[in-house]
């Protein structure tokens, strides 16, 4: 039975800059997760964005209903096909694990990943060194969606979601908040809870919920375990999510300081950017720091 697809630009942004900019020297900065394909084109220069576009598109578990639905998106999104100076490819689609720097070994990154997660068909194991953490990043991608893209964008610069994350928190006003500060990142049906502590890394944790009140659950614990008071931790919520959506609105009830983040300071943003909330996109806006 075939399956039924939809797919369409749920965010296209841009202004009359774009038409008046070498794209040649513009990076493309592209964001790939289940069920969404993102992009925002960035001009290091001038440290700012250009143009944003992000779509959605249903099955969103299957990669390689992935695959075919990005497919699509090269079919009819003719500025992906741009020589950009260069394109950075980002995943948040599978499984990742923070690993310090001195017990990390190159050859058991399989092993370090396995240990918390089961090992997929079809994946692909890579690692990033955090530059500003003495950490490494593993993670797992599916192979076919991971050559598809570097062989269409011709690109070998690649990294995990979290990484630009990890790189952009520390910048936030609020990063040395004295109850300690979290971090939640919404995505479709799962979420990811950074936590710091005297500017010290505490933990990174993703998991699934399927309502408001998951969340709240596992952020609750999760600072209760660490030591932390959740009544006084400052967390900071960003991602796919509203003020009408359950998940703003129990961690509304429970977390007494609730605040959206804030967009990545030192960047600019077109006009239009700047109408989309600044936490909508925080996660594809920090890729601009890895660049």
């Known amino acids: 039975m075939p399956v039924a697809y939809n797919i369409y630009p749920s965010f296209a942004v841009d202004d009359e800059t774009l038409l008046e900019t070498d794209l040649t020297a513009c990076n493309l900065l592209v964001m790939v997760g289940n069920g969404t394909f993102s992009y925002v084109v960035f001009d290091a220069v001038a440290k700012k964005f250009l143009a944003l576009k992000s779509y959605q598109y249903t099955p969103s578990k299957l990669a390689l209903a992935d695959l075919e639905m990005i497919e699509q998106v090269f079919d009819t999104d003719k500025l992906l096909l741009t020589a950009f100076k260069s394109v950075l490819l980002a ?42 953490l003495p950490m490494v990043n593993i993670y797992s991608v599916d192979k076919d969606l991971l050559g598809f893209l570097r062989k269409e964008f011709s690109t070998d610069l690649i990294l995990h979601a979290n990484t630009a994350l990890l790189q ?25 809870i950074t936590v710091f502590r005297n500017g010290q890394l505490q933990i990174q944790k993703e998991a699934a919920f ?8 596992t952020v609750v614990n999760l600072l209760r375990q660490l030591g932390l008071d959740e009544q006084k931790v400052k967390v900071k919520l960003g991602g796919a999510v509203a003020t009408d959506t359950s998940v703003y609105q129990e961690m509304y009830k429970f977390i007494p300081q609730l605040e959206w983040i804030q ?11 700047q109408e989309i909330p600044g936490y909508y996109f925080h996660n594809l806006y920090a890729l601009a720091l890895c660049v």
Not at 116 to 128: C, G, K, T, W
Request: hydrophobic residues 40%; charged residues 25%.
């Open 91 to 132: 995943f948040k689609t599978g499984n990742s694990v923070l690993v310090p720097s001195a017990y990390y070994l190159p050859s058991l990154k399989k092993d370090y990943l396995h240990f918390s997660f089961p090992e997929r068909i079809q994946e692909a194991i890579l690692v990033d060194q955090e530059e500003q």
């Open 263 to 273: 967009r990545v300071p030192g960047l600019s943003y077109i006009t239009k950017m």
């Open 168 to 192: 952009s928190y520390p910048m936030d006003l609020d990063f040395n908040h004295s109850a300690g500060i979290a971090f939640v990142e919404i995505e479709e049906q799962r979420f990811t």
């Open 210 to 217: 399927v309502e408001g009140l998951d969340v709240v659950y």
